[in-house]
């Protein structure tokens, strides 16, 4: 049972009783609605607020707008939760995800440490160009949101724009001789386009999946793992041949073919509106009740001791398994299995939390506890090694949660579920830039040839912080299992 919300911005809309055949908002003159064409079955419970939550109201919740799409046309949209529109909604979005330069650049900096003339530049320098493309990455959509709620009219044609931004960006870096350079082009440029480019997937998301969101988003969160594995040994493959100048131009034109294929067939499920000038709603309009949800901040909680706990193991998996081998790919193929591990518990967990998301949540803190304390704190040759890998991979991806959440806290409101989105995901963001300070003063190289029984090659604080990160996700997850319950008996 989702928890009521109330209507945004719906003052100037008096809500009409339901008729027998399917419910509608009564239409104010000034307001030219499109009469909508669907079946009963389409038409989605009520808020609880007294609005019959048809797609007119949920069109409307997004903001009190004059729209346009001719009088007397009938607009008759495709079903939720299943068809073709949805799954090639979630195919274009899988791509979009899955297509990302920031998941190669731990290949990429090992590159630049040892290549003229980036080998002079601080490898904190060198750093900042992956940091900053990711952290923008996790943290804008909010404010990108925020945007495409007062111009939806404007979205798709960003989309496009961002595309030519990034591609040119990138190509342009190629021609690049200083750091700084890279961070710019790289790092601020081509993170602000590919916020862009991504953040109407979470808009979208939420007006194409309602019940099998959880299983939707696992399948386009798994992109992030299937990219994860491939593109290092891609980018790896063009640097030895053809050098870095020459990579980046072949990944630009790559990109550019890859997603313009994903705009070209990503939609949202409700047409955007017209809008007459100068008719737009005053902005920015912003659910501040999201931030003080109990399931939203418990939700939020997780979320963060979640991430702090699998960065760490992202970060520093190849270099536990290179104190166990001299070869520097078998060292390096832990970490693809690591990706496609994590790939297939999106796809399992985002089923599992569509049933119960926050028993996805637990049980991801729970596994991701004993998997580190015992099966990486034994680990003493590469087979358990790689175990380790599949299994912390698989169960560590509480961010399909999240999809759960938007539902108790956001209801039928597809602007309020996207922020939601959002705000975890810079809580994800945050974590991801934190992360590799922290990390630097968990490991000790030191000891990177003591063999201990537990806890080998420096990385016995490492250990005891993922678990205890992880275990702690944990109890967030049960006390969101008591604010989910305590908010379905308001």
């Known amino acids: 049972m989702t928890r009521p919300v109330e209507p945004i911005e719906l003052d100037t809309i008096t809500p009409a009783p339901p008729s027998p055949a399917h419910s509608r908002p009564a239409t104010p003159s000034s307001l030219k609605a499109p009469t909508s064409s669907y079946p009963p079955s389409e038409i989605l419970p009520s808020n609880g607020n007294g609005f019959s939550t048809t797609e007119t109201t949920r069109q409307s919740s997004l903001r009190s707008l004059n729209l346009e799409y001719g009088e007397g046309t009938a607009v008759s949209l495709p079903p939720m939760d299943r068809g073709r529109g949805a799954w090639q909604f979630v195919v274009a979005a899988f791509i979009l995800e899955c297509w990302g330069y920031s998941y190669s650049f731990a290949t990429i900096l090992v590159y630049l440490q040892s290549t003229p003339p980036w080998s002079s530049s601080s490898l904190s320098a060198l750093s900042a160009i992956g940091s900053c493309q990711l952290g923008i990455q996790f943290c804008l959509p909010i404010a990108i949101v925020i945007v495409f709620r007062r111009y939806p009219d404007w979205v798709k044609t960003s989309l496009w724009v961002s595309l030519v931004v990034n591609c040119g960006s990138m190509l342009l870096s190629s021609w690049a001789t200083k750091v700084w350079q890279l961070i710019v082009l790289q790092g601020v440029v081509c993170g602000t386009a590919g916020a862009i480019l991504y953040a109407p997937v979470l808009i979208w998301l939420t007006e194409w999946f309602h019940e099998r969101r959880g299983?939707?988003?696992?399948?386009?969160?798994?992109?992030?793992?299937?990219?994860?594995?491939?593109?290092?040994?891609?980018?790896?493959?063009?640097?030895?041949?053809?050098?870095?100048?020459?990579?980046?131009?072949?990944?630009?034109?790559?990109?550019?073919?890859?997603?313009?294929?994903?705009?070209?067939?990503?939609?949202?499920?409700?047409?955007?509106?017209?809008?007459?000038?100068?008719e737009r709603g005053p902005w920015p309009a912003f659910p501040w009740k999201v931030l003080i949800d109990p399931v939203f901040v418990t939700m939020a909680i997780a979320s963060l001791f979640a991430s702090l706990s699998t960065f760490p193991v992202s970060l520093y998996l190849a270099t536990y398994a290179s104190s166990l081998t001299t070869s520097t790919f078998v060292a390096e193929i832990v970490v693809g299995i690591y990706n496609v591990a994590a790939s297939v518990g999106c796809t399992v967990l985002g089923y599992v939390s569509d049933?119960?998301?926050?028993?996805?949540?637990?049980?991801?803190?729970?596994?991701?506890?004993?998997?580190?304390?015992?099966?990486?704190?034994?680990?003493?040759?590469?087979?358990?090694?790689?175990g380790f890998a599949v299994l912390f991979g698989f169960s560590s991806q509480m961010i399909v949660a999240w999809s759960g959440a938007t539902r108790d806290v956001a209801g039928q409101d597809p602007y309020a579920a996207a922020i939601t989105f959002c705000l975890l995901s810079s809580v994800r963001g945050i974590a991801s830039i934190v992360m590799p300070l922290v990390s630097q003063g968990l490991y000790n190289p030191k000891l990177k040839n003591d063999a201990t029984s537990w806890?080998?090659?420096?990385?016995?604080?490492?250990?005891?912080?993922?678990?205890?990160?992880?275990?702690?996700?944990?109890?967030?997850?049960?006390?969101?299992?008591?604010?989910?319950?305590k908010h379905k008996k308001a």
């Open 355 to 386: 049933w119960s998301y926050t028993a996805a949540t637990i049980l991801c803190g729970v596994l991701g506890t004993i998997i580190a304390l015992f099966a990486w704190g034994w680990a003493d040759t590469l087979a358990k090694t790689y």
């Open 455 to 485: 806890g080998r090659f420096g990385f016995e604080k490492m250990i005891v912080f993922v678990g205890v990160t992880a275990f702690v996700s944990a109890i967030a997850g049960v006390a969101l299992e008591y604010m989910r319950r």
């Open 215 to 278: 299983l939707a988003g696992g399948i386009i969160w798994s992109g992030t793992g299937i990219g994860g594995f491939l593109f290092p040994f891609l980018i790896s493959g063009l640097l030895s041949k053809v050098g870095f100048a020459w990579m980046i131009r072949v990944w630009s034109l790559l990109t550019a073919v890859v997603f313009a294929f994903s705009l070209y067939i990503v939609k949202p499920r409700i047409p955007p509106p017209r809008v007459r000038k100068g």
